[in-house]
């Protein structure tokens, strides 16, 4: 049994086959760990793109990656994954976020067809395990693969970040250190159909109140000063999706907004509540005024 964490650098490109953006896979990194968990083998290739012309700015820029480098290869993508393939073998697969599977399965599309990776038999987010074990319940961001090394005091050099095997590294660091078998067991998925429809489903925000997802038992707010259940003052309203009224405290004398939001995912629904202070009324002209205060997360 061994664990295979993989991170891609890909590129955006229009193909014109397609009709359409591709994210274009230009690296593979991957690093792989035995029962023990210890580093034994990496894999770190470059892939000559079919069709990028060039790299976007921000790729370059975060990658330090060039065209030239990426011609000189010499391995398209086909190659590339075969290596990986073997690289894998009867692995289970690991990344930070599912993009990188995502990205994966696109570029198998192109080349292979289907919407599936035969070569996959199991696959673990690392990133919602690594919040998951770090209680992380920071629902509306998603946390960062340097803010979780940061966190869990693992050092890395910012200008190495970013390179695939750099990344699947710092990766596999976190893992070792919030290593724990039950978390584990609760995260990782056989790559059968159900796992094809949970990676590609993709999360949305319910924007109909009466929509049966709707829990209204959960639609009340405690005031974020004093803890005490506030008096709604409004009827709902809708605004980017999410649930808005006015609440009263009694004890604090004070009016505040509570935002609500249900975020339907593949087998569950995500309530995510805020606080936002009632800005003083002003003229609708002067929109943005730096010092006004819209919101606050406490
Ligand atoms: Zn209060």
Redesign the pocket.
């Known amino acids: 049994m061994t664990y295979i964490v993989l991170d891609l650098e890909f590129n955006g490109a229009y193909c014109k086959e397609n009709h359409r953006f591709f994210n274009e896979i230009i690296e593979f990194g991957a690093v792989k760990l035995d029962e023990q968990l210890n580093m034994v083998d990496n894999f770190s290739v470059l892939v000559t793109p079919k069709i990028s012309k060039k790299l976007n700015s921000h790729v370059s820029k975060l990658t330090h990656i060039n065209m030239n480098e990426l011609k000189a290869s010499h391995s398209g993508f086909t190659e590339v994954l075969e290596d990986f393939k073997t690289f894998l073998g009867d692995g289970t697969l690991l990344s930070w976020g599912t993009s990188d599977v995502l990205v994966l399965m696109e570029n198998y599309r192109y080349y292979y067809g289907g919407d599936e990776l035969p070569f996959l038999r199991a696959y673990c987010n690392l990133q919602s395990y690594c919040e998951d074990a770090l209680d992380y319940h920071d629902r509306s961001r998603q946390m960062g693969l340097s803010a979780c090394a940061a966190q869990l005091g693992i050092g890395y050099e910012d200008g190495n970040l970013h390179r695939a095997l750099t990344d699947a590294e710092l990766t596999s660091l976190c893992f070792q250190k919030l290593f724990d078998p039950e978390l584990y067991e609760k995260h990782v998925d056989n790559c059968d159909e159900t796992f094809y429809r949970k990676i590609t489903f993709k999360n949305y925000n319910i924007h109909d109140i009466r929509d049966p997802e709707v829990d209204r038992k959960q639609m009340f707010f405690n ?1 974020d ?4 259940k ?1 008096l709604r003052k409004s009827k709902w309203r809708v605004k980017n999706k999410t649930f808005r009224a006015r609440f009263h ?1 009694f ?2 004398r ?1 009016e505040f907004e509570g935002r609500i939001t249900f975020k339907k995912c593949f087998d569950s629904v995500k309530v995510i509540k805020r606080i936002a202070e009632i800005s003083p009324r002003k003229p609708k002209n002067k929109l943005s005024d730096p010092t006004e205060i819209t919101a606050s997360d406490n």
Not at 225 to 228: A, D, I, L, P, S
Request: charged share 40%.
């Open positions: 005031c000063k004093c803890g005490r506030a405290c004890r604090c004070r």
